[in-house]
């Protein structure tokens, strides 16, 4: 059946649900393939695969319906013990996940099954169902990869000495990342479905290094009792490892399979949470960092590279438990219990209201029978209207009964099902098509809700008598009373359809008693992740599993790819010639996640902005036709008509503004990191505190505050942090404390990186700018602190006595505030000799539209942004003084220096008033009186850059056009208050 000929969203619907169960078969067919007598994880793979053959059968998918089929077979025999799970046979039914995921994928992209080769495969799982056992057939993807590298076991003590790949810090690195230094090897061409397919890979993994490398350092600080932490970071591990699969990049593939594998044996309690674990997975985290920067998303390229090395000390860990460097400290490997009996006997069941729940058990378990009996008649008949009726009037009773208890994933698993029958009785399909998917939808249903009920030992037995709901006894054979009467059947007050009352009130001749279900162990906690709608089966058993599997791209079969081969030795020189560029940036995100009530509102704004376009052409068509033209009524439809243009466009103009801001914890994710892996290489003890990370700024702006922030943070733990020796003479805390706060200030937002350091000395600033030659002895004895302080921004300045790796090389602070400059942006220093320092960096919330102040000097018209005016003025010219050259009014009692802007721009002056034009404006806490010839109107004027023509021109940040087409020049408050300070007048 061709998509073409399905509703779309049962189409879509069925997509991810298909990724999901691939999601669960994999995990669970490594498990299996270490533990092949657990018959618990046969059952958690047969049920996916039969709702995969399932579901392909219904929309007609003949190879992936054949394949899923044979697997299931495969499946089934193992769990009746006739077949044993060998790794023969385990590879043959990876090797069909593999060939499934291609299909789906194919089906997503393509919208049909594609050109995949399931025939061989199909044969081999035929022929192990007839006893034989031939050499799995060669996966599709697998027969164009180089040979995986046989990587030998390295003792350790050679892998720290000799073979550990050095890694090289950048100076004003690419974001916090360790940049690996990687030989590249030949070109190969990644397998992707374009430039938008990889550009998406490049996205999500960064997305997961972030995420891992933010989990291991709160693993780090909290080792003991964090199984759901760990299960995320298996997680994130597990979804690089399937996504690399995907587009064949074999490094990364078989980087993280590795890592997978040694996190799986802390998941499994048989490696303990050490330093060594975390330091390695986090240089893990770095190499994949590496490698997807090396991917040239144009032309799908990336080079071969030769990590031998780290799947080493990966494989001896997985092997030994040993770490480099702190293998003597690591302990021995915690012996594997069994805690079931002792959790059995310890744990509480949670109190719960016994009415709600009588009630609850009652109404599920007549929905349940009457689910059953409508899909059992429906079988016999699919064309009998009363049972879908039936069928979905239960549904919806059990999504609303699961929605009182509030039982979130059965309710959104019961509205979901319901949904599909009223689909197909909307559309006159034939139910026979739907029964398999909805048996498999019902189960998953029921299952959710018996793992609910669970939780209080108790189960739904549609067989017994419904006495004694809701009671929990020691003593289960004995029958309970029930206090809760159901009515008649027929009566109007009948909860349920005819078909549930016909069957409760005829009970089988023998029945037993309500069970308790056997206890299962904790619920994991849900951890704060966006949660899909449909949770995989998974999810909801009551045993210890993680309780989130989003529905990421799925994994490549594990074990089937390698590292690749070293190339030969002349290769890597004649590939370099065609590599993409070394130390590529990294990439920035294309990409924006927006809240679809959004764009809900742009879509309504539209509307009224056609409705008033229509209503322009109707006055303009009136007034073409000249005849009974009301003068007076067509300007008040035109002034009414502008006000609602004007009310329409700032309501557009906000609302794609908060389109494009995200917040700054994009960003500030990343310094954790960072600072813990400087705290270490400097020996300095530091804790990081963030706040305000979900303050919003434009994405254009977030990207590029990166850089500027890391150095700020590096120079805080080199310079402004003390070594622990020294803060304790000096009656500090032996840890030192780095603040990095954002918050909005007016229409800015400002970032904040303070230290308790020992502060920045200005006189000492002023001797090192003498001994650079970066200013005359006399020069800087007429600076005052704050100027001096200052200084640190100047190119090649830096007062640290001893050069690192982590700073002092004088270069960056410069590039940090020119980076700042072009965001239209100011830094600003505080610091207080002995206690710390405040870096404060002030951002626009958008770098489009702001509001400006409309100036006249010498005849030319520029815009002031409003956000650095604090006040306009007039000021009579006789109260102007002169203070140390400088002309100077007092102002409400404050000394306001004041300057000419004609001579700031070198424009002549107009001719002297009685009354001066000043606007006040202020750079962070300094104010300076800009005298101008007249005051305009405020405006919103939208910026434009002044390009490469005119260059960088002192005092001005860009540009703007007017409503009559004129170029107005917008001024830049920060360097007009430099040059007006070093500027006598």
């Not at 009773?397 to 959104?412: A, E, F, G, H, I």
């Not at 505190?689 to 590096?714: A, C, F, N, W, Y």
């Amino acid at each position: 059946m061709s998509q073409d000929f399905l509703d779309p969203e049962i189409f879509a619907d069925f997509i991810i649900e298909a990724k999901e169960h691939l999601e669960t078969i994999e995990p669970n067919l490594l498990e299996l393939e270490k533990d092949p007598e657990d018959t618990s994880l046969l059952n958690e793979i047969f049920r996916p695969m039969h709702s995969l053959k399932g579901a392909s059968g219904f929309l007609g998918l003949n190879k992936m319906n054949t394949l899923a089929h044979r697997a299931e077979n495969i499946m089934d025999e193992l769990r009746k013990g006739t077949m044993a799970a060998t790794p023969a046979i385990m590879d043959v039914i990876l090797e069909a996940t593999d060939a499934l995921r291609k299909i789906i994928d194919n089906l997503d992209n393509e919208g049909e099954e594609g050109d995949v080769a399931t025939e061989p495969i199909n044969q081999t799982l035929d022929a192990l169902l007839a006893g034989d056992v031939p050499a799995p057939a060669a996966s599709v993807a697998e027969s164009n990869e180089p040979e995986p590298a046989a990587v030998e076991d390295t003792p350790l003590e050679a892998v720290q000495e000799d073979n550990f790949i050095e890694l090289e810090e950048a100076e004003l690195d690419t974001g916090s990342r360790v940049v690996v230094d990687l030989p590249e090897g030949e070109l190969y061409s990644l397998t992707s479905f374009g430039e938008g397919h990889l550009r998406d890979f490049i996205e999500e993994a960064i997305e997961n290094t972030a995420d891992l490398s933010n989990g291991l350092l709160e693993l780090e600080q909290n080792p003991d009792d964090n199984d759901d932490l760990v299960n995320d970071l298996f997680r994130f591990f597990h979804n690089l490892k399937g996504n690399s699969g995907i587009i064949g990049f074999h490094e990364l593939n078989s980087l993280t399979h590795e890592a997978e594998t040694l996190l799986n044996q802390t998941r499994k309690g048989e490696l303990p949470v050490t330093q060594g674990l975390i330091d390695t997975l986090l240089r893990c985290v770095d190499f994949i960092d590496t490698l997807v920067n090396k991917i040239d998303a144009e032309s799908g390229l990336v080079p071969q590279f030769d990590l031998s090395e780290i799947l080493s000390v990966l494989r001896h860990a997985v092997e030994h438990g040993e770490f480099p460097e702190v293998a003597k400290d690591a302990p021995a490997p915690a012996p594997v219990e069994e805690p079931v009996q002792e959790a059995e006997e310890v744990e509480e069941i949670p109190e719960y209201d016994k009415e709600d729940m009588d009630i609850f058990i009652v109404t599920l378990t007549q929905q349940r029978v009457a689910v059953e009996l409508a899909v059992k008649e429906l079988e016999k008949d699919s064309s009998q209207e009363e049972f879908i009726n039936s069928l979905y009037r239960s549904l919806v009773t059990t999504q609303n009964s699961c929605s009182y208890m509030q039982y979130d994933k059965p309710r959104v698993q019961a509205e979901r099902t319901a949904g599909l029958v009223d689909s197909g009785r909307n559309a006159d399909m034939d139910f026979a098509l739907m029964l398999d998917l909805l048996l498999q939808e019902i189960e998953i249903l029921n299952d959710m809700i018996d793992a609910e009920l669970a939780v209080f030992s108790l189960c739904i037995d549609t067989s017994a008598r419904l006495k004694g709901v809701g009671e929990r006894s020691p003593e289960p054979q004995k029958e309970l009373e029930l206090n809760l009467e159901l009515p008649d059947t027929g009566s109007a007050d009948s909860p349920v359809s005819f078909v549930a009352n016909a069957l409760v009130e005829e009970p089988e001749p023998e029945p037993e008693p309500v069970q308790e279900a056997p206890k299962p162990a904790p619920k994991p906690a849900v951890p704060t992740k966006p949660v899909e709608p449909v949770e995989p089966v998974e999810s909801v058993k009551p045993v210890a599993t993680p309780a989130l599997k989003p529905a990421p791209k799925p994994a490549p079969k594990p074990e089937a790819k390698a590292a690749s081969k070293p190339a030969a030795a002349p290769a890597p020189a004649k590939a370099k010639e065609k590599a993409p560029a070394k130390q590529q940036k990294p990439k920035s995100s294309s990409t924006i996640r927006v809240d679809h009530e959004k764009l809900d509102h742009l879509m309504n704004l539209i509307g009224e902005l056609i409705i008033n376009r229509n209503r322009y052409t109707m006055l303009a068509r009136n007034l073409e036709s000249g005849q009974n033209v009301d003068i007076q009524e067509v300007a008040q439809s035109l002034t009414e008509t502008t006000y609602a243009m004007a009310r329409i466009s700032d309501d557009l103009q906000d609302t794609i503004m908060k389109v494009r801001m995200v917040p700054v914890s994009s960003v500030f994710s990343r310094f954790p990191r960072l600072v813990r892996d400087l705290s270490r290489k400097s020996g300095k003890q530091v804790e990081l505190i963030m706040q305000g990370e979900e303050t919003e700024l434009d994405k254009s702006v977030v990207e590029v505050i990166g850089d500027p922030l890391v150095h700020l943070i590096r120079n805080a733990m080199d310079h402004g942090v003390e070594s622990e020796e020294d803060r304790l003479k000096a009656g500090k805390q032996g840890k030192g404390t780095v603040h990095l706060r954002a918050y909005y200030r007016g229409n800015s937002v400002a970032i904040e990186i303070e230290d308790d350091g020992k502060g920045i000395d200005p006189e000492k600033m002023r001797e090192v700018a003498v001994k650079k030659g970066i200013l005359g002895a006399d020069e800087a004895k007429l600076l005052d602190d704050r100027e001096a302080m200052e200084l640190i921004f100047a190119p090649g300045f830096s007062s640290a006595e001893t050069i690192t790796d982590i700073s002092g090389r004088g270069v960056g602070m410069d590039v940090v505030r020119t980076n700042i400059k072009n965001l239209k942006g100011s830094v600003s220093i505080n610091s207080e000799l002995g206690k710390g320092t405040r870096f404060t960096l002030t951002l626009p919330l958008t770098l489009a539209i702001i509001d400006a102040l409309m100036v006249n000097v010498a005849g030319e018209e520029f815009a002031i942004p409003l956000d650095a005016v604090s006040e306009t003025t007039k000021i009579e010219a006789e109260r102007l003084t002169d203070v140390n050259g400088r002309k100077a009014v007092t102002l409400r009692g404050e000394v306001l220096g004041l300057v000419y802007m004609s001579d700031l721009l070198d424009l002549p002056r107009s001719e002297e008033t009685g009354v001066l034009s000043v606007v006040v404006i202020h750079d962070n806490d300094r104010r300076l009186g800009l005298v101008v010839d007249k005051l305009h109107e405020r405006q919103e004027i939208v910026i434009k850059p002044l390009g490469e023509y005119l260059g960088d021109l002192k005092g001005i940040s860009g540009a703007t056009i007017m409503g009559d087409g004129s170029v107005i020049l917008i001024l830049d408050p920060h360097e007009i208050y430099l040059m007006a300070t070093s500027k006598a007048i």
